[in-house]
């Protein structure tokens, strides 16, 4: 299966602050079928960006996504106090899906 | 506005069984196939089974193939997980969430509040 590593495990910066967090698959990831999550503590994940950069619906555009191959890359351009959270992300593109670990952005 | 419920799960124990239910409003369910992801306390996610939108096609992780059944009743909008020969490492938040894009795997667009289930004697 595809091992998905996020870094850093965590991200420690201010509101307005740019965020900026790491996934690596451990093989190409095929027709850069990643995708990005966001969760708050006591609350369901939530679908940010699939396709590595398509923003989902009534996902703000502070939120991007790029990368392709095995280096993908969410961006958070000015943190909005709602925006710190834990952030996963999740390949689709060969069976098991996987997530990696996690990246947790807290207030600094 | 697409909403995904739970219910079901609580307190089983080790050797024992346990079904998690998922009621689906506001979209097509029996169009759209149907993942369950579980999440260990303080821990990431993982995804555990798929059912396609005519129970034609089931997978299932490793960790539980043999153990859990997934099921769908198209004409309830629902989403059943029988979890049978319970482990203590089964205790977790399991989520029913739409899955998106043709076949299996997916990524998830909308997920349930979550269903606890704990595993303990």
């Known amino acids: 299966e595809i091992v998905l590593t996020q870094s850093p495990g965590t991200l420690s910066l201010s509101p307005g602050e740019r965020a900026t967090l790491s996934c690596r698959a451990s093989q190409s990831v095929s027709s850069n079928y990643l995708a990005w999550y966001q969760q708050k503590p006591g609350q369901a994940p939530r679908l940010l960006i699939n396709g590595a950069s398509s923003r989902a619906t009534g996902v703000p555009d502070n939120f991007s996504g790029s990368g392709s191959g095995t280096d993908f890359t969410l961006s958070i351009s000015r943190l909005e106090p709602e925006d710190f959270a834990v952030y996963y992300c999740?390949?689709?593109?060969?069976?098991?899906?996987?997530f990696g670990q996690g990246t947790k952005v807290e207030i600094k | 506005e697409v909403q995904l419920v739970e219910s079901g799960g609580g307190l089983g124990q080790p050797g024992g069984s346990l079904r998690v239910s998922c009621a689906a409003s506001g979209f097509a369910f029996s169009t759209y196939s149907i993942n369950w992801v579980r999440q260990a306390p303080g821990k990431g996610l993982e995804w555990i089974s798929y059912i396609n939108d005519d129970s034609s096609t089931m997978y299932y992780a490793d960790s539980v193939k043999g153990r859990f059944t997934v099921s769908r009743d198209n004409a309830r909008s629902s989403l059943y997980l029988q979890m049978n020969s319970l482990r203590a490492e089964d205790t977790a938040m399991y989520y029913c969430t739409r899955g998106r894009t043709s076949g299996s795997p997916q990524y998830f667009d909308y997920w349930g509040q979550g269903a606890l289930v704990i595993v303990s004697s």
């Open positions: 999740q390949q689709y593109g060969r069976s098991p899906p996987t």
